[in-house]
């Protein structure tokens, strides 16, 4: 992969200096934990951290791009540098791509220099693979560096967490990256870029995907979808009928927002409280016919739902969605 090292987003700029301290100082740890929202550059950040460590000649801190060592890097072919990840989007890192490593890691680096293995996400370790990867992280080889991305919510297992050192990548001031998303979509209207923002957590470049996507349409009409229930325009069967095609994770994660803002209105009865500010008026419509602990049931379901989904277990999301849109119209 092509590294942008000097170009990363300013954001970042507080995690890279303390990377290049860590550097210049010999300290760097040879198991390290980027952890974070998805969508704010933890994978930029280990890309230029991995073209740093394997460079032969940095310039000011960065790799020069121009040396034998990164040319093979820019040409995807290095052979001191392996990437574990999942063979399929969504599915677990297995035991037999670390057990393949073992025999690369115990050999010299070919180019003289660092061996660099980056692990993304490095929470989709089954346990398995886990406990394959534990004596490499505990005596690691000579110059050999682990770089693991840790994509929150979902937890990474303890064993891996207590033999690396962490370092969080949090999400910029909102302004700052509405700002930096109106640079990379100067098309996008001030209120579609402050919406995505909010949709996406703080994360700009999840943000940025949203816009690519049209996820503000989708989000949308999950709003619609959620007022007709209400109003016996459709059923739970259909909305859940449609919803189980989408990405669900995506739509749940909005939903929980609302009910986020649902269960602030009710204790405080200020909309300006509230920080989807388009649905207020059905939020309001809904606490005034509604108690709190119906609602907070239902945030814990949604929620108790989402960690299912991330941890990728085995439930029929149609029946799950159908459970969760029925207590929805329960409400009022």
Not at 69 to 89: M, N, T, V, W, Y
Not at 91 to 101: E, F, N, P
């Amino acid at each position: 992969m092509i590294s942008e090292t000097v170009n990363l987003p300013t954001w970042l700029d507080p995690n890279w200096a303390r990377l290049q301290q860590m550097l210049e100082q010999q300290r760097l740890p040879h198991g390290m934990v980027l952890g974070g929202l998805p969508g704010l550059g933890k994978r930029q950040l280990a890309e230029a951290l991995l073209a740093r460590l394997i460079c032969q000649s940095p310039q000011n801190g960065h790799a020069c791009d121009q040396c034998k060592s990164c040319l093979l890097r820019l040409a995807g072919s290095h052979p001191d540098i392996k990437r574990l990840e999942p063979e399929d989007e969504g599915k677990a890192i297995l035991v037999d791509s670390v057990r393949k490593l073992q025999p690369w890691l115990a050999a010299t680096a070919q180019q003289g220099g660092a061996k660099v293995v980056l692990i993304e996400p490095a929470n989709e370790l089954n346990v398995n693979a886990a406990n394959a990867l534990l004596k490499n992280l505990e005596e690691p080889g000579r110059d050999t560096y682990f770089l693991l991305l840790h994509h929150w919510p979902k937890p990474l297992l303890a064993t891996v967490r207590s033999r690396c050192q962490g370092q969080d990548v949090l999400s910029p001031e909102l302004d700052a990256g509405i700002q930096w998303l109106a640079e990379q979509q100067p098309q996008a209207s001030q209120e579609d870029l402050s919406q995505v923002m909010h949709m996406a957590h703080g994360a700009p470049l999840l943000a940025l995907r949203y816009l690519k996507q049209e996820a503000p349409a989708l989000r949308h009409q999950t709003l619609v979808d959620l007022t007709a229930l209400l109003r016996n325009q459709t059923s739970v069967a259909q909305v859940a009928e449609t919803w189980v095609k989408a990405p669900v994770k995506q739509v749940l994660d909005w939903w929980l927002q609302w009910l986020q803002d649902l269960i602030k209105l009710k204790q405080t009865e200020d909309p300006n409280t509230v920080l989807n500010q388009d649905v207020v008026k059905l939020l309001q419509a809904v606490a005034r016919k509604t108690d709190m602990a119906p609602i907070f049931a239902l945030y814990d379901e949604v929620l108790q739902a989402l960690n299912s989904l991330n941890q990728r277990r085995n439930i029929n999301q149609q029946l799950m969605l159908e459970q969760l849109l029925y207590r929805w119209y329960q409400l009022i």
